[in-house]
C-alpha cells in the first residue's frame, strides 16, 4: 500500500471527523476535553457515530465517495479487447469470455489474479483492506486533494 496515499487520507479523515470525548460524551475541537481534559479521545462523524482511530474514517469515506473497481468486469473488457468477441468451433460460435471461463474456470481465476496483481503493482489499483476491495488510484488522489 502507498504510504503517502494513506497518510493524505488519514488527514482527510481527520479534517471530516471531530474529537470526541466518549467519558463525557460530547466534541472537543481542540484536541483535548474541556470537561475532563482528557486527550484520549475519539473521532467523530455526524450521523456515523465514534470509535477510535481513522480508518473507520477512511473506510467510510471510500465507500460513500468513490467506486470500488470490479476487477472481474475490469478483466473481462480487456480480454474482449484483445481477441475477438466470438470464437468458432465447427459450426458454432460461441462469445469468447464465456467460452474461456466455463471451459477451463481454474485458467480464468488464475489469469484474473494476474491481472489483479499486476493492475496493483503497476499502480492502477489499491487496496486499504488486504486485497478485499480495490479502488483506482487515481480517483483516491483526487479525492484526497479535496482535504
Request: charged content about 30%.
Amino acid at each position: 500500500m502507498n504510504s503517502e496515499l494513506k497518510e493524505k487520507l488519514t488527514q482527510l479523515a481527520f479534517n471530516r471527523s471531530i474529537s470526541f470525548c466518549y467519558n463525557c460524551y460530547h466534541e472537543c475541537p481542540s484536541g483535548r476535553c474541556e470537561s475532563c481534559g482528557s486527550d484520549d479521545l475519539m473521532r467523530f462523524v455526524d450521523g456515523i457515530g465514534c470509535e477510535y482511530g481513522t480508518d473507520w474514517v477512511i473506510k467510510h469515506i471510500l465507500e460513500t465517495e468513490l467506486t470500488p473497481v470490479d476487477l472481474e468486469e475490469s478483466f473481462e473488457n480487456m480480454i474482449r479487447e484483445c481477441y475477438p468477441e466470438t470464437t468458432k468451433v465447427g459450426w458454432m460460435e460461441f462469445d469468447t469470455v464465456t467460452i474461456m471461463k466455463e471451459n477451463d474456470p481454474i485458467s480464468w481465476r488464475c489469469a484474473l489474479n494476474e491481472f489483479e496483481s499486476n493492475a496493483e503493482s503497476d499502480g492502477i489499483i489499491v487496496s486499504f483492506d488486504g486485497g478485499s476491495t480495490y479502488y483506482r488510484k487515481n480517483e483516491v488522489e483526487d479525492l484526497c486533494s479535496q482535504a
